[in-house]
């Protein structure tokens, strides 16, 4: 049993860290999360874990569940505003180098919708396939395919009006 869940954890470590990185934007908190992730995935092993098809979607769908959490515990998010925004706007730190296009990504990362910003995180951060994705938040895979290429492109275009100073 325990070889099983260090199997599992040695091989999706580094997507839920990402995913997490990308939500919390420093990576203190998200040292903290993921061990705490991956904790309550230890306890639920035993119960869940064997029966599950997708072992990656379960362990996000605990890290999306402790990252809203956590946000609501933080006392510093106003009542009524997104809290997750907050990490969005140090994405800029998890580029090695300042570049132009890294501020344009921000700041279109923060033009999104929570609901497209989880999407983009879920898909191009975290790695997961549509169908995982849409087990996940109970869409179609269709769906998500054709919004994540409508996010991707509401993206490019303001991108480039942002390189252009056209922000």
């Known amino acids: 049993m325990h070889d099983h869940f260090l199997a599992m954890y040695d091989q999706y470590f580094d997507d839920i860290y990402r995913f997490v990185l990308f939500k919390t934007g420093n990576r203190w908190d998200t040292d903290d999360l993921v061990s ?3 904790r309550k995935a ?12 997708n072992q990656k979607a379960w362990l996000l769908t605990i890290a999306r ?6 946000y609501r515990k933080r006392k510093e998010v106003a009542y009524g505003h997104d809290p997750e925004v907050y ?9 090695q180098k300042p570049d132009p296009r890294n501020d344009c990504l921000q700041e279109s990362l923060l ?7 989880e999407l983009i995180n879920l898909k191009y951060v ?9 087990e996940m938040l109970g869409k179609a895979e269709q769906w998500l395919k054709v919004r994540s290429q409508r996010v991707r492109h509401k993206m490019a275009q303001f991108i480039n009006r942002c390189m252009e ?3």
Not at 87 to 95: A, D, E, H, N
Not at 126 to 134: F, N, P, Q, R, V
Request: glycine share 10%.
């Open 36 to 38: 705490e992730i991956f």
């Open 87 to 95: 990490g969005y706007t140090q994405v800029s730190l998890l580029f």
């Open 42 to 53: 230890f306890r639920k092993f035993h119960t869940e874990a064997i029966d599950l098809p």
């Open 165 to 167: 100073g056209e922000r």
């Open 111 to 117: 033009s999104l919708t929570p609901d497209e910003r």
């Open 126 to 134: 975290a790695g997961l396939k549509y169908g995982e994705i849409g």
């Open 65 to 70: 569940h402790t990252v809203i959490d956590y």
